[in-house]
């Protein structure tokens, strides 16, 4: 069945980088879109960034978070730099097939001095 596990959140600093990645498994990655999204309490899930014959950004991250994947490793990264407090967030991978939308559990990105 259609797995996606995200890792790599944690504790940064305001202006440091995180780079998330997200292990896909069970369908053939290469085909298929990749999203990644983010949610803080309170507030409704929001798109970050997706991948697939082209890149798209949220304006709120354009030019400092970058997605990228590697289809030989079933893996889509998601590269976050200059990371402010507004960042905070977990942040999800996604991916929509057979008329089927696929979450991972999500990594919690904190941002804090």
């Known amino acids: 069945q259609v797995q996606l596990v995200e890792s790599g959140g944690g504790l940064v600093q305001p202006g440091g980088s995180l780079r998330l990645p997200c292990a896909a498994s069970g369908f053939t990655f290469s085909m298929y879109t990749m999203t990644w999204y983010r949610q803080t309490p309170g507030k409704e899930r929001e798109l970050v960034a997706l991948?697939?014959?082209?890149?798209n950004y949220a304006d709120s991250v354009k030019g400092r978070f970058t997605i990228s994947r590697d289809n030989a490793k079933n893996t889509v990264y998601l590269q976050m730099n200059n990371l402010t407090t507004e960042d905070t967030a977990v942040y999800y991978c996604s991916t929509y097939l057979g008329g089927s939308t696929y979450w991972g559990k999500g990594t919690l990105v904190t941002v804090s001095s």
């Open positions: 991948i697939g014959s082209s890149t």
